[in-house]
Structures are given as structure tokens and as C-alpha cells.
């Protein structure tokens, strides 16, 4: 008797097309959290860049034009950075960054620049 004619071969079709739809759909999602993946971290990579980029672009200025409070905006391929500058001591200045990239991420960071010796003693980041 033919497997056929029992009814076998259309169960058999049936499980080995369930089965291949599955795994091309488990494809599908581990593709999809990879991808996502790996935006955050594209993103997460523009935020660190454009804190440091503002960061040392708020050093140059004060080395240039000494240390006065002021407010300064940087704009890069990333996004912008506003710096605050103000002072916390004679010695040393309080600068607040505060930056969004282009896709609108905000972001902050605050760091303590000591003018005398010419180095950032604090840096903190803040969630935005």
C-alpha cells in the first residue's frame, strides 16, 4: 500500500512546511533584534562622541579666552552641544553640557575643569 493513499504524505507536507515557516520566521525576529541592537548602539556611540567632542571644544575656549562664565553652542555632524560655563571655585569651573543628536536623543553631562592645572578633576553623565 502506497504512504499516499493513507493520508501520510499530506501530514508529512504539512509538518516539514509548518516547521520550515517557523524558522524562517525565528530568522526574521533574530535579524530584527540585531538590527535594533545595533542602532542603539550607533546611537549610544554618537552620544559619547558628541560629549567629548563638546567637551574638548568647552576646554579649547577656556584656554583661549581664560575663565569667564559664558554659554557656548557647538553644532557637529552629531548634533549640538550647549556648554554653560560657570564657577565653582576660584580654581576651577563648572561646565554643564547639554547636547541632542540629530535623531533628537538628548543628552547631558556635567565636568569640573580645574584652571590652574589645566585638567578635568569630576565628569558625570546624566540619563536624558
Known sequence: MRLN????MTA???????????????LCIITEN??????????????ESLLVLGMKDTISYIT???????EQTYTYEEG?????????STDELRVKLNGATETGTRI??????NVVKGKVTKWGEELG
Open 5 to 8: 493513499e493513507l493520508g501520510y
Open 12 to 26: 508529512m507536507v504539512m509538518l516539514m512546511s509548518t516547521l520550515t515557516i517557523g524558522f524562517i520566521l525565528h
Open 34 to 47: 540585531e538590527r535594533e541592537f545595533l542602532n542603539r548602539e550607533e546611537e549610544q556611540d554618537r552620544k
Open 64 to 70: 583661549k579666552s581664560g575663565s569667564t562664565a559664558t
Open 80 to 88: 549640538t552641544v550647549t556648554s554653560v560655563i560657570s564657577f565653582q
Open 108 to 113: 547631558a553631562a556635567t565636568f569640573y575643569y
